[in-house]
């Protein structure tokens, strides 16, 4: 009996897969590596090169590996990009989750964590973000993981379907140097790309109400993260109760300067951050509570600011190194 993470080979996926390993629990990774990377999945781990838009390749693998859950974390990420490429994202998200859900219907797959997004919060009224605040997503992202969550709770009532979706806004660090955030839009990545390529990290606006007048976010440790997708698969393993959806927060947030500040210590590489005009419609600050989660899902900050930090760097260090080796092969 294995679990199917689909998007396994991507950064927070193969962390899923990691953490399923370390529980003792069988996976099996079904990606099309539009961005994810071989080298992220562990060789004792099957891979299948893939969409989850192939309904039959799904029901294929569901077969072949004898699957009996999904934790569902493959998916068009980039809430700024998909403004300009609505379809697709639309195509990626929402039709990938309806064709996922009729082959696990068919192949009689009960159960789903969903790996989904607090963007479905849009621009939240409160500093607190809790499962219960209003859903005004912002952008075709935001509506595809809103939308995927609706389809869960229809098949649900149709055929029974056992599910849970996780939200979280910034996913940072490294639990395996092996796997890194690679994102072109992530802040880390951002900031570590432009230090090593001698430019200055930029703050986008340094007038917010906030301690340190720049805006307040929500980080979460990528290996944290994971632990609470497999407490999630676990839970509804065992038939016990289970939200449709948590958050995964910190319940504090952490501010772009603090975070400038403690790459530099890191890297050992001092820098003024140069500021930047405000983006439009950036909140000063938005952080969502864990409370629920840490009740159900053994959800809690396991790491620092500085462990997030430390971790992202050495990850990205070890990336170029593989690279410069590569390079240098005949």
Do not use: C
């Not at 309904?55 to 004898?66: K, N, P, Q, S, T």
């Not at 976010?217 to 609470?228: C, F, G, K, P």
């Not at 958050?247 to 504090?252: K, Q, T, W």
């Amino acid at each position: 009996m294995t679990w199917l993470v689909t998007g396994g080979a991507g950064y927070i996926g193969a962390h899923v897969v990691r953490a399923l390993q370390d529980s003792g629990l069988g996976t099996v990774v079904l990606d099309d590596l539009s961005s994810g990377d071989t080298g992220f999945v562990p060789r004792d781990v099957p891979l299948v090169h893939g969409s989850v838009l192939d309904g039959g390749l799904v029901e294929r693998v569901l077969d072949d590996h004898a699957v009996r859950g999904v934790i569902h974390v493959a998916g068009f990420k980039y809430a700024g990009v998909s403004v300009q490429r609505p379809l697709h994202t639309y195509e990626q998200n929402v039709t990938g989750m309806a064709v996922l859900l009729a082959a696990m219907q068919d192949r009689g797959v009960d159960r789903v964590v969903f790996s989904s997004s607090a963007a479905v919060y849009g621009t939240p009224e409160t500093d607190i973000v809790t499962e219960d605040t209003p859903k005004r997503p912002q952008s075709p992202y935001g509506e595809s993981k809103l939308i995927g969550e609706w389809l869960l709770r229809d098949q649900e009532i149709a055929v029974g379907l056992r599910h849970t979706s996780l939200r979280y806004f910034n996913v940072v660090g490294s639990g395996d140097p092996a796997v890194y955030d690679k994102s072109p839009h992530n802040l880390f990545p951002l900031v570590f790309d432009a230090l090593v390529g001698g430019r200055i990290p930029k703050i986008n606006g340094d007038d917010y109400p906030t301690p340190d007048g720049t805006n307040v976010r929500d980080y979460v440790h990528v290996a944290d993260l994971a632990v609470s997708h497999v407490a999630a698969a676990r839970r509804l393993d065992a038939g016990e109760p289970i939200e449709p959806a948590y958050n995964l927060g910190s319940g504090e947030g952490v501010s772009v300067r603090e975070i400038m500040t403690t790459i530099g210590e890191v890297t050992g590489t001092a820098f003024e951050p140069e500021i930047a005009p405000r983006r439009p419609g950036d909140p000063a600050r938005v952080v969502a509570s864990g409370d629920l989660a840490a009740r159900d899902l053994d959800w809690r900050m396991r790491h620092s600011l500085r462990d997030m930090v430390e971790s992202a760097w050495a990850a990205r260090l070890a990336a170029e190194s593989r690279h410069a080796d590569d390079a240098s092969q005949p």
